[in-house]
């Protein structure tokens, strides 16, 4: 039980640090799209990246708060596999999200970073979530 004991609480933090970067980003999100874009750019591609920001920002807002709901109701807090795969992909989209910031990476570098740190994770913890609610042990 130890290893669980050291998990849930790093697991909690890693969902709320990538829930805050992500908001963060959200909430400037027309800062985070200049600061993305090639230097030289039409002034059409503001609001299609624009727009595609603010989707991905707002599906993975989504992933986490699922991920943050099945973790509190308990249907995926013991999983030592799931709690390793959202600590890693969760820590490391804050750390990748904050450089995307402060670097002034491109804005097609978002998608990458989400698909590996909010979908990967979000799938193992539905998993996980649908496998315990199917097997009668919640």
Known sequence: MRGAST????????????LCVVVTLLWESKQSVRHCLPSQYHSNYIQIYHNRLIAGFAVSIAFI??????????????????SLISIGGHGAASIALTYFVIDGWL??????????CSVVPCLADL???LLTLCSNKW
């Open 7 to 18: 998990l849930i609480p790093a697991r909690f933090l890693t969902l709320i640090g990538h």
């Open 65 to 82: 708060l699922i991920e943050l709901t099945t973790f509190i109701l308990g249907l995926t807090m013991f999983s030592p596999t799931v």
């Open 107 to 116: 804005c097609d570098w978002f998608w990458p970073i989400f698909a590996a």
């Open 127 to 129: 998993t996980i979530a």
